[in-house]
T-cell receptor
Framework: ETGVTQSPTHLIKTRGQQVTLRCSSQ?????VSWYQQALGQGPQFIFQ???????GRGNFPPRFSGLQFPNYSSELNVNALELDDSALYLC?????????????FGPGTRLTVL | GENVEQHPSTLSVQEGDSAVIKCTYS??????FPWYKQELGKRPQLIID?????GEKKDQRIAVTLNKTAKHFSLHITETQPEDSAVYFC????????????FGTGTKLQVIP
């Protein structure tokens, strides 16, 4: 296993609601990225946090937001849920130092929006 | 931004045969190319990676080749086994800085016993 955990495992919400997904990074990893993986697709980059600040963002609207905490945990918040937000949400942690690029994925949270 | 294309989308091979998956990328600044294996319902797992200063890397039955000029990279699995059956994703990113990883669309590999 990668040492990266996510909670909850599964979640069912209705359209318009808000959701918070949580990730616990591998100890010592200062960078966390969040991805959305729709069924049958590759993971799509949402954003990355480095030392508690957003370090880059993919093509996702502002209703997708995040936080990273000093204890290697992080959150993904999604407001005003839409049906198309149904997907597997993955976090991946890494250590941003020279020559270290590997990302270690968590098991994901399966979000279903009804 | 970076765009990664992956082929084929599905691949069936007989046990013991070789499997090859090919990817192309668009951003010449990308210099780190990981490959992930994802079994049904599980997390992507890094199986091998290559950096742009290397043309080929091998790890037991798995090898990856990189052609920077053509912006192509490929995954080669030899002596395939049923447990190799999974979805494989190639990806590209710029190492060391902002680590946005762009994934390909995936190849579903089926190894037939």
């Amino acid at each position: 296993e990668t040492g990266v955990t996510q909670s909850p495992t599964h979640l069912i919400k209705t359209r318009g609601q808000q959701v918070t997904l949580r990730c616990s990074s591998q100890s010592g990893h200062n960078t966390v990225s969040w991805y959305q993986q729709a069924l049958g697709q590759g993971p799509q980059f949402i954003f990355q946090y480095y030392r508690e600040e957003e370090n880059g963002r993919g093509n996702f609207p502002p209703r997708f937001s995040g936080l990273q905490f000093p204890n290697y945990s992080s959150e993904l918040n999604v407001n005003a849920l839409e049906l198309d937000d149904s997907a597997l949400y993955l976090c991946a942690s890494s250590l941003k130092t020279s020559g270290r690029d590997e990302q270690f994925f968590g098991p994901g949270t399966r979000l279903t929006v009804l | 931004g970076e765009n990664v294309e992956q082929h084929p989308s599905t691949l069936s091979v007989q046990e013991g045969d070789s499997a090859v998956i090919k990817c192309t990328y668009s951003d010449s600044a990308s210099n780190y190319f990981p490959w992930y294996k994802q079994e049904l319902g599980k997390r992507p797992q890094l199986i091998i990676d290559i950096r742009s200063n290397v043309g080929e890397k091998k790890d037991q039955r798995i090898a990856v080749t990189l052609n920077k000029t053509a912006k192509h990279f490929s995954l080669h699995i030899t002596e395939t086994q049923p447990e190799d059956s999974a979805v494989y994703f190639c990806a590209a990113s710029k190492a060391g800085g902002y680590q946005k990883v762009t994934f390909g669309t995936g190849t579903k590999l089926q190894v037939i016993p």
